[in-house]
């Protein structure tokens, strides 16, 4: 929080601890915890806008240690994001450039890339030309606009895709390094697909759900967002439907990742906090003490989605539940920002306000959702 922690959020041993944790002014902040699943580290995308494959691969480490995998797993989301660059670049011209080319994307861009190429240990590829430098894909989004643009304009022309691609190909290598077609993990060689099947992660077994009404419920539609590049379907369904979801994962062992609007002035992530208070309430006492909050209505969230004010800002992890001593309960998200960019290691508490007013969409294993829904959408589990 702001100024004085009660409980705040601690990784070690690659779960969260409550520990007290003190600063100049002081919280009334008291946080119980109701469930805390497992983790790996907090990652740091730095200012690359590369949120969806940090979100993605932190959630599929977690279910690598639901499995019984074990706890060591760090798997290369700068591979995730430089085989994408090729998928988007591909759609980008065959859309004549009216379609998002840049670094953002969203869940199921992870899951295509583990099923097209596969995926490889951070250790294996990093992404990055110098091993202290930041991830920084400024320069590499430029030239790849400055190659493809043009291209995707002119119609008169044919496409060479197989030069595109090379092109392509040869700048991801200049910027990022290139990836490996074999390697060596401990003791045993592996390709990128071959690794992928080792760790026993099954990309069908995962589904995506959001919640509006300008679609009918319990159908698959197309989420009209700008990084959803690749049309990817959502199960559409009522609000308390995906309340009930995210709820019954946590209870029964299984996180998901989270892809949310965090602009939000009740966003505040340096003080561990992500809260929608009720109108008229100050968000400074809000920073320091339990607030009443809005009750979230499914036209509440649909508005705010009409409007643009709720967006598809950014990708997280939720690893667990809290509540305040108010009673109110909140999810405990894993972000990638770094450790060191807030008060409680990365983490911060989202109250369930927030999260059923500014979800976009969650993935989540399919087991995770109850038999009745998983037989109403059809998901066979």
């Not at 915890?33 to 940090?54: E, G, H, R």
């Not at 539940?321 to 911060?348: A, H, I, P, R």
Request: net charge negative; aromatic share 12%.
């Amino acid at each position: 929080m702001k100024t004085h922690v009660i409980l705040a959020l601690f990784f070690a041993s690659f779960t969260l601890l409550a520990q007290e944790k003190t600063n100049k002014k002081g919280s009334d902040y008291k946080f119980t915890t109701l469930k805390n699943l497992d983790a790996t580290q907090v990652q740091n995308q730095n200012t690359s806008s590369t949120c969806w494959s940090f979100s993605t691969l932190s959630f599929l480490e977690s279910e690598l240690i639901r499995l019984g995998k074990g706890k060591d797993f760090n798997l290369s989301e700068m591979f995730v994001a430089r085989k994408s660059y090729a998928l988007k670049a591909d759609n980008y011209i065959r859309m004549h450039g009216r379609t998002n080319f840049g670094e953002g994307g969203g869940f199921a861009d992870a899951i295509s890339v583990i099923k097209k190429y596969g995926i490889v240990p951070e250790e294996v590829y990093t992404g990055k030309k110098e091993a202290d430098a930041p991830h920084n894909h400024k320069m590499l989004e430029t030239t790849l606009k400055n190659i493809l643009h043009p291209v995707a304009l002119d119609e008169t022309q044919k496409i060479d895709f197989a030069f595109l691609h090379n092109s392509v190909e040869a700048v991801c290598d200049e910027y990022l390094g290139k990836t490996p077609e074999k390697f060596q993990y401990k003791g045993k060689e592996y390709t990128p697909k071959t690794y992928a099947e080792a760790t026993g992660i099954n990309p069908d077994d995962y589904v995506f759900l959001t919640s509006f009404t300008h679609h009918p419920f319990y159908t698959q539609f197309v989420l009209e967002v700008p990084d959803n590049w690749n049309w990817e379907l959502m199960h559409n369904i009522p609000l308390n439907d995906l309340q009930e979801v995210m709820v019954n994962a946590i209870n029964t062992g299984y996180t998901f990742a989270w892809a949310a609007d965090v602009s939000e002035k009740g966003f505040m992530y340096k003080d561990g906090l992500a809260i929608v208070p009720e109108p008229g309430t100050s968000l400074n006492d809000a920073s320091t003490k339990p607030v009443n909050q809005l009750k979230i209505t499914q036209e509440a969230r649909q508005k705010a989605f009409d409007n643009f004010e709720t967006q598809d800002d950014h990708g997280m992890h939720i690893v667990g539940t809290s509540k305040d001593q108010n009673g109110t309960l909140y999810y405990t998200v894993k972000n990638s920002w770094g450790k060191e960019t807030n008060q409680c290691d990365g983490y911060f508490y989202a109250s369930e306000s927030y999260v059923l007013y500014k979800t976009t969409s969650i993935m989540v294993h399919k087991k995770a959702l109850p038999a009745a829904m998983a037989k109403k959408l059809g998901i066979i589990l």
